[in-house]
């Protein structure tokens, strides 16, 4: 078996191996010049007033509209995203992933049940104000990541996880796919000793059937996905939210619907 017929497609089926800033797959760029385009046409301040690469006064995160509260984010200093509240509404629980492009990732999480809320964002590094453009340079040590808020009497952590192992591939070290750099990194990153214990005891489960051979096609035989306490969650551009829910860059919405099952087409 050859090298590249190893490469699993868990999340997406387009992966290209051109890079923007070392790492930016082709299908990102295309993605991103599209909605640069979109938006100078529609802002007569061309993209930084419409949301690429940063955010602007007056308008409210798409994180802030779906909490529907008083939990405002907190801006950071000048440039850069917004960061997320630490804490969940009240009767939620929060969670956090990364694996790889966060659009597919965060598709997988919508569809899972008692799943309320999910947006995409930075996570793990120092920069304190992180914009995509900064990130998919490799420079701010941030991961694209996706943060969920959960019923925990619909949804349990463990189910979470699940979704997490069916759909990234936990083996190989800052990447996805052909998607290559250390924002592409997988990682966990728990907010309590709970959801440490049963990530820890997922992961023990996953490396064991690795090494039996019970588990899906992946690229390693041992499970890398960083597992590290949660830091400050920088909550992505507006046009990165729901991005394939809403039809990516094709205009063809993909399927959100809790239990849906049809394939992810990461860039669209």
Same mark, same amino acid.
């Given at each position: 078996?050859?090298? /590249? ?26 993605? &991103? #010049?599209?909605?640069?385009? @979109? ?17 602007? /006064? ?11 509260? /008083? ?17 969940? !509404? ?9 694996? =790889?492009?966060?659009? =597919? ?6 569809? @899972? !049940?008692? @799943? ?29 990541? &996706? ?22 591939? !936990? ?25 440490? +214990?049963?990530?820890?005891? +997922?992961?023990? +489960? ?16 041992? @499970?890398?996905?960083?597992? #590290? ?17 809403? =039809?990516?860059?094709?205009?063809? !919405? ?5 239990? +849906? ?8």
């Amino acid at each position: 078996m050859t090298a /590249s017929s190893r490469i699993p497609r868990a999340l997406c089926d387009c992966h290209v191996n051109l890079a923007f800033h070392a790492s930016l797959s082709l299908g990102k760029i295309l993605a &991103v #010049l599209a909605h640069i385009t @979109v938006f100078s046409s529609a802002s007569p301040q061309g993209p930084a007033a419409s949301g690429v690469g940063k955010t602007f /006064s007056g308008h409210q995160s798409a994180a802030q509209a779906r909490m529907g509260s /008083s939990q405002s984010a907190t801006r950071t200093q000048g440039y850069g995203c917004e960061k997320a509240p630490a804490q969940a !509404p009240a009767g939620q629980e929060i969670a956090t992933f990364a694996g =790889g492009c966060f659009w =597919g990732v965060e598709l997988a999480f919508q569809r @899972v !049940p008692g @799943v309320s809320t999910t947006m995409v964002g930075y996570t793990q590094g120092p920069d304190p104000s992180p914009t995509y453009e900064t990130v998919c340079s490799g420079g701010t040590g941030h991961t694209e990541a &996706v943060q969920v808020y959960y019923n925990p009497s619909e949804c349990t952590y463990d189910s979470l996880l699940n979704c997490f192992f069916q759909h990234v591939d !936990p083996t190989t070290k800052n990447r996805q796919g052909m998607d290559m750099g250390t924002q592409y990194r997988s990682g966990i990153y728990f907010h309590n000793e709970e959801q440490k +214990a049963a990530a820890e005891k +997922a992961i023990a +489960a996953t490396n064991e059937k690795l090494s039996s051979n019970m588990f899906r096609r992946v690229i390693g035989t041992k @499970v890398v996905s960083e597992l #590290l306490p949660a830091q400050d969650f920088y909550i992505a551009e507006k046009y990165h939210q729901q991005y394939l829910a809403k =039809g990516g860059r094709f205009s063809q !919405p993909q399927d959100a619907s809790k239990g +849906a099952t049809e394939k992810i087409r990461c860039y669209g």
